[in-house]
């Protein structure tokens, strides 16, 4: 006879599948990697069945593990309505609002916006998360995101705040020791600096395989902010934010190199979050501030 099943566990089970190690799956909700490995053989000793295969690298769900995972992901979402609906009936423009945003929109844009709100509403307090991230608004994961894509979530509300033109950059000492970079020699002898692709596909990244082919990756980095020191080093040419580029002493633009696609920036928030006053008077300082920084 199995053991009895802990309904806590299950949401190990959703973890791991979802980012395919114990390790990467410790590191979402915040646990130790032995502790997300004991709890899935708890829960496979009292299943009577594996949960997990390796394939092709990472742990692939067994067929065991597939045919709950539909439910657990549905006992998931309920929770999280559940727990809006608890947060709503709060009111009042008091609490915590947590804001998700790209390293350099949080320390260029963003600052001002929060000193508004801080005025404003002195009883809220902003949690601002500088990360590159496509967070999930419908696991709570923020309560206001900002990205430079659409937000492809069921009950999301999103708007256009801004477009972000970008253009290459290197620094005087880098540009004055080589021949200009050039899209005819597709950048030959030269050295980019790019932004890691790794969470998916990056409209500036693919345009420089394309422009600069001939030229050598020297480094990839997970921020705007830290591609702008790097190549204020002299490590090589970056495709920034003209906003960031532009304001980074020590830069000059590279003319010859136009055309780098520009991006349309998102600002999306959970419709049930929405429904918050906290939520609603930081989402229209944020646009307000966006609006002012960024061409429409």
């Not at 053989?41 to 045919?67: K, W």
């Not at 902010?225 to 960031?244: N, Q």
């Given at each position: 006879m199995h053991e009895r099943m802990n309904w806590d566990d299950l949401r190990f089970v959703l973890a791991v599948a979802r980012h395919g190690s114990h390790s990467a799956a410790?590191?979402?909700?915040?646990?130790?990697?032995?502790?997300?490995?004991?709890?899935?053989?708890?829960?496979?000793?009292?299943l009577g069945d594996p949960l997990f295969e390796r394939s092709n690298g990472v742990l692939a769900p067994t067929p065991v593990a597939a045919s709950v995972l539909e439910q657990v992901e549905e006992m998931e979402a309920r929770a999280l309505a559940a727990e809006r609906i608890a947060r709503r009936g709060r009111g009042g423009c008091a609490g915590e609002v947590h804001v998700s945003a790209s390293d350099w929109l949080a320390s260029r844009v963003l600052p001002g916006a929060l000193a508004t709100i801080a005025a404003r509403a002195p009883e809220v307090q902003i949690a601002l998360a500088a990360d590159p991230r496509v967070v999930s608004l419908p696991?709570?994961?923020?309560?206001?995101?900002?990205?430079?894509?659409?937000?492809?979530?069921?009950?999301?509300?999103?708007?256009?705040?801004?477009?972000?033109?970008?253009?290459?950059?290197?620094?005087?000492?880098?540009?004055?020791r080589r021949d200009p970079?050039?899209?005819?020699?597709?950048?030959?002898?030269?050295?980019?600096?790019?932004?890691?692709?790794?969470?998916?596909?990056?409209?500036?990244?693919?345009?420089?395989?394309?422009?600069?082919?001939?030229?050598?990756?020297?480094a990839r980095v997970n921020g705007r902010d830290a591609m702008a020191s790097l190549a204020l080093s002299g490590l090589g040419l970056a495709c920034l934010p003209t906003l960031v580029g532009d304001a980074t002493r020590g830069l000059t633009r590279v003319a010859s190199l136009d055309g780098a696609p520009g991006r349309t920036l998102w600002l999306g928030m959970h419709r049930d979050r929405r429904a918050l006053a906290r939520v609603?008077?930081?989402?229209?300082?944020?646009?307000?501030?966006?609006?002012?920084?960024?061409?429409?």
């Amino acid at each position: 006879m199995h053991e009895r099943m802990n309904w806590d566990d299950l949401r190990f089970v959703l973890a791991v599948a979802r980012h395919g190690s114990h390790s990467a799956a410790a590191r979402a909700l915040g646990v130790t990697q032995p502790t997300v490995g004991r709890r899935l053989r708890a829960l496979e000793q009292a299943l009577g069945d594996p949960l997990f295969e390796r394939s092709n690298g990472v742990l692939a769900p067994t067929p065991v593990a597939a045919s709950v995972l539909e439910q657990v992901e549905e006992m998931e979402a309920r929770a999280l309505a559940a727990e809006r609906i608890a947060r709503r009936g709060r009111g009042g423009c008091a609490g915590e609002v947590h804001v998700s945003a790209s390293d350099w929109l949080a320390s260029r844009v963003l600052p001002g916006a929060l000193a508004t709100i801080a005025a404003r509403a002195p009883e809220v307090q902003i949690a601002l998360a500088a990360d590159p991230r496509v967070v999930s608004l419908p696991r709570n994961e923020a309560d206001i995101a900002l990205r430079p894509r659409r937000f492809e979530y069921n009950g999301v509300w999103q708007r256009a705040v801004g477009s972000v033109p970008f253009a290459v950059y290197g620094s005087r000492a880098y540009l004055a020791r080589r021949d200009p970079p050039s899209a005819a020699t597709q950048c030959d002898g030269h050295e980019l600096i790019l932004m890691d692709d790794s969470a998916g596909p990056i409209a500036d990244v693919e345009w420089l395989g394309r422009v600069a082919a001939r030229a050598r990756v020297r480094a990839r980095v997970n921020g705007r902010d830290a591609m702008a020191s790097l190549a204020l080093s002299g490590l090589g040419l970056a495709c920034l934010p003209t906003l960031v580029g532009d304001a980074t002493r020590g830069l000059t633009r590279v003319a010859s190199l136009d055309g780098a696609p520009g991006r349309t920036l998102w600002l999306g928030m959970h419709r049930d979050r929405r429904a918050l006053a906290r939520v609603r008077l930081a989402a229209s300082v944020i646009r307000d501030a966006v609006a002012k920084s960024l061409p429409r």
